[in-house]
């Protein structure tokens, strides 16, 4: 992720300088209509390839921490925490470890185990590590291309006399209502079709889709020269 926002950040300057010139509208429904065509197969990469079903395991190493044992060590009748890791590497170099406790439950006579996981941590082979780099830094060039040359075009667009409040209202009804609801709306999508693990992302493609119809349709490429009127 880091290496992504290094990549992209002077991106942000790029096309600022670039809308100087050829004006801002195309540039940012550029950005918003790429976003509309590769989102899905962004993210579908970042599923498939960090998907362990996918690939054949070559070895998994359990470790155990013995010292927590005592319920099945001394074969006494009351409940026991038995803290598991397993290490499982994949045929792509895939390393997935999970870290387990089970409560071992003395129950007529015989042990039940109730398990909660404690974390849960993948580390990616070298190749895909860069390819997701990759493809984060094309998801912030997307950001870049509208937000470079956001504040800009609206200090454009509006008169003096009523640029503060012009500028403020659409831009905090812009991120605060429809971003804002993101992750609430996301998560809604997500649990009402559990088949499509993608799902969430029909929202902000949605929204990136209206706007690039209306900014086509209504908005300018003219750059306004004395922004003091």
């Known amino acids: 992720m880091l290496w992504a926002i290094a990549f992209a950040t002077p991106f942000f300057v790029f096309f600022g300088w670039l809308s100087d010139r050829i ?7 550029a950005g918003m209509l790429l976003g509309v065509i590769l989102y899905r197969p962004i993210f579908s990469t970042f599923l498939k390839d960090t998907r362990s079903g996918n690939y054949e395991n070559k ?7 013995l010292l927590s044992r005592t319920a099945q060590l001394y074969k006494r009748p009351k409940d026991s925490l038995i803290t598991k890791e397993v ?6 170099g895939l390393v997935e470890k999970t870290k387990f406790t089970d409560t071992v439950i003395w129950r ?5 185990p ?18 997701f780099v990759m493809l984060v830094f094309i998801l ?36 605060g209502v429809f971003g804002g609801l993101v992750p609430f709306i996301g998560l809604l999508l997500t649990t009402s079709f559990p088949d499509d693990a993608l799902v969430g992302l029909w929202y902000p493609i949605g929204i990136a889709a209206l706007c690039f119809i209306i900014g086509a349709v209504y908005l300018s490429n003219k750059i306004d020269e004395n922004v003091d009127d």
């Open 23 to 29: 004006g801002r509208k195309w540039i940012m429904l």
């Open 108 to 112: 007529e006579q015989k042990f039940e």
């Open 59 to 65: 070895l998994v190493i359990e470790k155990y921490n």
């Open 140 to 175: 912030i060039l997307f950001v870049t291309m509208v937000y470079g040359l956001i504040a800009a075009f609206l200090v454009e667009i509006f008169p003096t006399k009523i640029r503060y409040t012009s500028m403020s209202l659409p831009y905090h009804i812009g991120n």
């Open 87 to 92: 290490i499982i590497s994949y045929s792509n």
């Open 114 to 131: 109730k398990r909660k996981i404690i974390s849960s941590q993948k580390t990616l082979p070298g190749n895909t590590y860069w390819k």
